[in-house]
């Protein structure tokens, strides 16, 4: 009687079941995301309200605690909120409109200069290597074209009803969120009694999602607080290497510091071209050295010491979470990523079939490595398991996790 070997026996009623749910899975994951990034204009409000929210309640809470009404407190809050917000953006678009001045009149034909520099720098170091027509070579990658004539291929009509449709939309979208803001604050204190009443409802189990929420919240707070001490040091960083502008390049520090890893990095883009353009190599490396040395002390020394290291996810899985949620919400997906990544962390633990995911994306802890000619030998020999466990000064049931 001939056996089919084992590769080619039909697959049991198991091995379909569990083909059949990957497939379901990962058809919902991606119906989902296509959801949430189709729902962009309506989530991405609701997610700069609870924001600013989360980071303006304590204005709220000391307001309260001096007895201030709550509708009073709340608009008063609301409204430092603005003030904050609205000055930002009347500096960013008058310094932003004086530095395109400034890129006309100094930094293009800086700019000019170095090009032309690195380019016969290229050159002689291209004949010393005997490559032929390496001057025209050269010409051609460092050329670059900028349209004498802009204005022809620009329609003035098409571009103020652009700026207008823009306007109109940012306004709309600003008022929107101050609601949200004030309906979020208001109703802040009752959030609490909403889950006892849950939990006497016999309801879902919440204590986690609540416990999430308070690290978020401490999360956004400290991320603040961190944030603006980025942009002071920036700032007086590009202030001490004279460099224009250092009031703009400390605010885009402190707003791009919310996006995890990458935020940092790009925030240090500019001031290291302009101190290149204008100081030369020197200066630029001297401010690339100032940014990288701001961001590793608050990043791995200040930051964790505020907020402990209780997020527990990986700086590869922080990055990918970036990406993702930039991709599905732009910018405020990536600013929001952390928060995010942990919501869906403590949704995917409640799950007993999606917890191995929560379990990938949790930063691993460091344990001994085991070795495993001594696992043979500790599960032939129980004696000598428990005699490393005592010596380590583990209980046994500490050491199974139980």
Known sequence: MNVLPDTL??????????????????????????GLKLGQSFFVPILLASFIATVSFPITSWLRKRRVPRAIAVLLTVLVDFAFLTGIIIIVIALTGDLETKWQDK????????????????????????????????????????????????????????????????????????????FMLSEARMFGRRVNAILEARGPN??????ATADIQRYLAMKTLVSLATGVLAGFLCWAAGLDFYILWGIVAFALNFIPVLGSIIAGIPPFILAFLVDGGPSAIAVGVGYASINVFLGNFLEPMLMGRRFGLSTLIVIISVLFWGFVWGPVGMFLAVPLTMVLKVMLDNSDELRWIAVAITKEKRHPILDLDEADEELENPELASSKVELSGVTPDESTGT
């Not at 026996?9 to 296509?34: E, F, G, N």
């Not at 016969?120 to 390496?134: F, G, H, S, Y």
């Open 9 to 34: 026996k039909m697959p049991d009623k198991d091995s379909k079941i569990q083909a059949t749910r990957i497939l379901v899975t990962a058809s919902m994951v991606v119906i989902l995301v296509t």
């Open 107 to 182: 930094y293009y034909p800086a700019m000019n200069v170095k090009i032309e520099e690195l380019s016969e720098t290229a050159v002689e170091v291209l004949e010393k290597w005997r490559i032929p027509d390496a001057r025209e070579t050269v010409k051609q990658y460092a050329e670059i074209r900028i349209p004498q004539q802009l204005g022809e291929s620009i329609n003035p009509f098409d571009l103020g009803k652009d700026v207008a449709f823009r306007v109109v939309s940012f306004l709309g979208t600003t008022l929107l969120i101050l609601i949200l803001t004030v």
């Open 206 to 211: 919440l204590d986690r999602i609540m416990a």
